[in-house]
């Protein structure tokens, strides 16, 4: 017996990697993870050469050196073995497993070809994990699929003294959200995939970010992340968020984002799924018309601004999407008929998205 | 107010429905659903031409004329709506309906290009609905997706004067279950895919089956169905059933199951999935080997027979599919390392299942 685990720890341990290895390249070497063991456990690592990950299993290690092994089929063997416990023999040319009855002998690739993976030993800033999380969480949505810009496919970080602020944006509707933290000066712009991995290791406590030459570093409880930034300036986004409200109205964030989902099943699919919102003495309706007919809901809202009434169209989706991450009241603040409209919550939630109205 | 209607109910009826009728056809008003007033409630039909289907949704129905609406936005629209009764007008050239303060106005198709859908009154057999299901998801996975004879593609049903059997093979493999009921004598060929839609609507008590001209109508519960039948004789299936058995294994058949997975994981896909199985000493000793590795288990059987050792290859999903509806134990009885294995419970449950072992 070389290395005693226990299945679970490293199971979970696959699972978070293999979202990142991936199952075919075409560098076959890019499919394997590495393991390696050290006095009191194994770290196991991978890249897919945007994002490299490193997870520590806690282990007993008499010795064994270090292999890559196919990352997907090393899991897959992993996840059905029969008892709690396995034991690893880690050989140049195979590694064994064995668990209860069951005898699992894989062969190993050529180390030698497997890119060098290495993690920062110090840290920049730390900040507030869940925090993090949640921010990730509420501005992903706004980030571009495809898009002229580059940088519209990452989410902003912009590192402040007493302040970090997320902002995504596709050019038709921005989300952003704050919370307190950073200590350093700082903006840098992540991929929207590899973000969508980094929220996935985040959870309770401190996560801790170093910055290097394009790269940013995050460690997280066992597992570490090298992410590479993308290049190019984020644009002015300020300026698209309205200040000359002309009316204000205030409803169940909840209540707004099924009535637009409701309605939304007639929308044209081939006029942006438009939703036309009329705001008149305290009722907003809400209209959709299609080819095979047409939808309306009217809401009771608390309305603030003297416009006597005011219509503008929507993509329902865009409105569904700013709803999403508000608990409680929005506050729906409307600039004019083709100028873009802020969806705040009544809280201070640090929150806020900005959705352009369609053309008439 | 013409028609008032449960969300719940229209919502379910609709669901069952949803699923046969297509999303799109060349024959557009295939995608539409007729909503039929009654007495005391609505019916609801659709077909895919493959399968009629009706469902009734009890109503308090004050007038309105039979229409079809596209099926899949009916659907969407009702599952979205805010309340909990719904108010629904039907008119001929648009149907509106009305809960909560939502109020959706559809357009209607042309009636009169809708198929003619209809089912007998009376019924021919009886059976218990719930051992009608438990045999049909028994035997579906023996079904042919691709075969030289459609009847591989469809479930035997042979209804003799005490006893159901429904059977499947794909020419590789066999199961069937037998059940107490019946008392006519017939044999019919279902569709597989009908058969998965007869078997979501098979609930408690007893199904009503009529049989027509190449067609079998079923009545359960609220719900109809007419099934368009394969034509053409089923094989002589029995003489696939070993008789001569040399040896006999008996394990749990969650333990096989489970193992033939976990070795499968490294078989050679290229070669069937091959695991092979050497019995010996009262000892089951599984391998699969590939490309990558080589994996092996050994399992503690009661066995019988004279046979010193005997070893063949089954594909791994064949043996997992076979064991997939068993409870408790299995007995494993090999007829030779060439010709068909027999999979049966211990209990007399009325399944077996038989896999051809794969070439040396």
Request: glycine letters at 6%; hydrophobic letters at 40%; charged letters at 25%.
């Amino acid at each position: 017996m070389q290395i005693q685990v226990t299945k679970k720890f490293l199971s979970d341990a696959l699972s978070t990697l293999e979202r990142i290895i991936p199952a075919r390249s075409n560098n076959p070497v890019l499919s394997y993870v590495k393991i390696q063991p050290s006095d009191r456990g194994i770290y196991l690592s991978g890249t897919n050469l945007e994002l490299d990950m490193e997870g520590f299993v806690p282990a007993q290690v008499e010795n064994g050196q270090a292999v890559i092994v196919p990352a997907h089929l090393f899991a897959q063997i992993v996840r059905n073995l029969p008892g709690e416990l396995v034991e690893i023999n880690l050989n140049q040319s195979e590694i064994t497993l064995t668990s209860g009855g069951s005898n699992f002998k894989l062969q190993t690739g050529d180390l030698s070809a497997f890119p060098e993976i290495q993690f920062p030993s110090h840290s920049d800033v730390e900040m507030d994990a869940k925090e993090l999380n949640r921010s990730l969480s509420s501005v992903r949505y706004a980030t571009a699929t495809e898009a002229f810009q580059q940088v519209f496919r990452g989410i902003k970080f912009e590192l402040r003294a007493k302040q970090v602020r997320l902002v995504a944006s596709d050019g038709f509707r921005l989300a952003l959200r704050d919370f307190t933290g950073s200590g350093v000066d700082r903006n840098l712009i992540v991929p929207a995939k590899s973000a969508d991995e980094l929220n996935r290791i985040l959870k309770e406590g401190l996560v801790k970010l170093t910055f290097g030459d394009h790269l940013l570093s995050v460690a997280s409880d066992r597992t570490k992340m090298n992410i590479k930034l993308l290049d190019g300036e984020f644009p002015d986004y300020e300026r698209v968020i309205p200040s000359n409200i002309k009316v204000k109205v205030q409803l169940p964030a909840s209540k707004l984002k099924e009535a637009v989902s409701r309605v939304a099943v007639l929308a044209d699919k081939n006029a942006n799924n438009r939703v036309e919102f009329l705001v008149s003495e305290s009722k907003l309706q809400l209209i959709a018309e299609g080819d095979y007919g047409r939808a309306q809901e009217v809401l009771e809202v608390l309305q603030e601004g003297s416009e006597p009434a005011i219509s503008l169209g929507f993509n329902a989706k865009f409105v569904s999407d700013a709803l999403g991450p508000m608990e409680g009241d929005v506050v729906l603040q409307l600039s004019g008929v083709t100028t873009p409209a802020l969806f705040k919550t009544t809280d201070e939630s640090g929150y806020l998205a900005v959705v352009v109205p369609l053309r008439i």
